[in-house]
């Protein structure tokens, strides 16, 4: 399809790769240009320009909660291991199971105030701008309240399929 017919696949062509760059001039090279007559070559800058370095802003509600911010998982996380202790531990007094739980209502007021609670209390430092790596000391780091938290709601996620599939709760099981 419009090829000659000396070309072959097998026969790389050669092209010729021209790169042209050009500096913009700095303010003290535009002044002296004004001001002398032109030159017909002018004379690059020895001394680069850096950009200079933003100071790091606190990050807003939404950079935090987006949903590869650091807020959303640990906060998931954090309300699973409470809510996985919360569940064994009323599930062992009172002997109804995660599911009686859920759907008795009861305890919904408890629930969302210890989501705002927890929430709230996990924003702040993001919004001061701390990180979380920042206040890991010794065996208390952050990978391991991450892993703590995924483990927690897949805990959370077997007490309710070992209840719906036995119908018993997990404690009585």
């Given at each position: 399809?419009?090829?000659?017919?000396?070309?072959?696949?097998?026969?790389?062509?050669?092209?010729?790769?021209?790169?042209?760059?050009?500096?913009?001039?700095?303010?003290?090279?535009?002044?002296?240009?004004s001001t002398s007559s032109?030159?017909?070559?002018?004379?690059?800058?020895?001394?680069?320009?850096?950009?200079?370095?933003?100071?790091?802003a606190n990050p807003s509600?939404?950079?935090?909660?987006?949903?590869?911010?650091?807020?959303?998982?640990?906060?998931?996380?954090?309300?699973?291991?409470?809510?996985?202790?919360?569940?064994?531990?009323?599930?062992?007094?009172?002997?109804?199971?995660?599911?009686?739980?859920?759907?008795?209502?009861?305890?919904?007021?408890?629930?969302?105030?210890?989501?705002?609670?927890?929430?709230?209390?996990?924003?702040?430092?993001?919004?001061?701008?701390?990180?979380?790596?920042?206040?890991?000391?010794?065996?208390?780091?952050?990978?391991?309240?991450?892993?703590?938290?995924?483990?927690?709601?897949?805990?959370?996620?077997?007490?309710?399929?070992?209840?719906?599939?036995?119908?018993?709760?997990?404690?009585?099981?």
């Amino acid at each position: 399809v419009g090829r000659s017919a000396s070309w072959s696949p097998a026969v790389p062509r050669r092209r010729a790769l021209l790169v042209r760059a050009q500096i913009e001039p700095t303010k003290e090279e535009t002044t002296s240009a004004s001001t002398s007559s032109p030159s017909p070559t002018p004379s690059p800058s020895t001394t680069p320009v850096a950009p200079k370095p933003k100071a790091k802003a606190n990050p807003s509600v939404w950079d935090a909660l987006a949903f590869s911010g650091p807020a959303p998982e640990r906060i998931n996380g954090r309300l699973a291991m409470v809510g996985f202790v919360a569940a064994l531990s009323v599930e062992a007094a009172r002997g109804g199971g995660l599911l009686d739980q859920a759907g008795s209502g009861a305890g919904l007021g408890w629930f969302l105030t210890t989501a705002a609670v927890f929430s709230v209390a996990s924003l702040v430092p993001l919004l001061q701008g701390q990180s979380v790596e920042s206040k890991s000391s010794g065996v208390w780091t952050a990978d391991a309240e991450l892993w703590n938290g995924r483990f927690a709601m897949l805990g959370l996620v077997a007490l309710a399929v070992t209840e719906f599939i036995t119908g018993t709760p997990f404690v009585n099981v």
